[in-house]
């Protein structure tokens, strides 16, 4: 069964310092997310991306945050200076033509 | 925008009952409502949804009931078992329309299932 990929699976990093994140969605697929989940908390959305633009985003998701489609599989999330509150674990989510939602397995980012 | 609340936020049933798990939404707008099981470090996994179209669906031990009326959708297991403890995780979306998607999910705060032996 095709899956969302994510790499790493855990990222640590020194505050200030910029991470990419990423993620290889399920193939033929059309529709990309962002989520993120702080530890104990729920899942909440930080972007979504289709026909290679971002076509909404949360409040999360401000300017320290960008996404990317560089070739047509990897989709990518850079967080360009890090902070503490930055440490969680993120997700990549896809969808062909709706409605349900593939979630990768998560990358836990540590901000230390 | 939309906000789901989920509740309770930690439910302990013996094998074998029924646990319900109930969420609420504000958004008339939201036409789909899937749930999600999480299991400890885990993926978030889809394991029953439902459209606005629809007032309940089920499958095997699982099922889910809307009524958009009251803006509210529950989830119910039936024959609990020890393996379905974990984090359930309600969500609503918008935009969703014949064969497509347009719109981001809204989780509740999840609901932690202990299923004891």
């Known amino acids: 069964e095709p899956e969302v990929t994510q790499t790493p699976s855990h990222q640590v990093t020194q505050m200030g310092q910029e991470v ?15 989520y993120r989940q702080i530890l104990g908390q729920k899942v909440e959305f930080l972007v979504s991306f289709y026909n290679n633009e971002i076509s909404e985003k949360s409040e999360i998701f401000d300017d320290q945050f960008s996404v990317e489609r560089p070739d047509g599989s990897n989709f990518t999330l850079k967080i360009r200076s890090t902070k503490l509150e930055d440490s969680a674990m993120y997700f990549c989510a896809s969808e062909s ?16 | 925008g939309e906000n789901v609340e989920q509740h309770p936020s930690t439910l302990s049933v013996q094998e074998g009952d029924s646990a319900v798990i109930k969420c609420t939404y504000s958004d008339s707008a939201s036409n789909y409502f899937p749930w999600y099981k999480q299991e400890l470090g885990k993926r978030p996994q889809l394991i029953i949804d439902i459209r606005s179209n629809v007032g309940e669906k089920k499958d095997q031990r699982i099922a889910v009931t809307l009524n958009k009326t009251a803006k509210h959708f529950s989830l119910h297991i039936t024959e609990t078992q020890p393996e379905d403890s974990a984090v359930y995780f309600c969500a609503a979306q918008k935009g969703v329309y014949y064969g497509g998607s347009q719109g981001n999910l809204i989780f509740g705060k999840g609901t932690k299932l202990s299923v004891k032996p």
Do not use: D, K
């Not at chain 1, 994140?21 to 997310?33: A, G, Q």
């Not at chain 1, 409605?99 to 230390?112: D, H, I, K, M, W």
């Open chain 1, 20 to 34: 990419i994140l990423r993620c290889v969605p399920i193939s033929n697929h059309l529709y990309f997310y962002w």
């Open chain 1, 97 to 112: 033509e709706g409605p349900e939602a593939f979630f990768g397995q998560g990358t836990r980012l540590t901000v230390v």
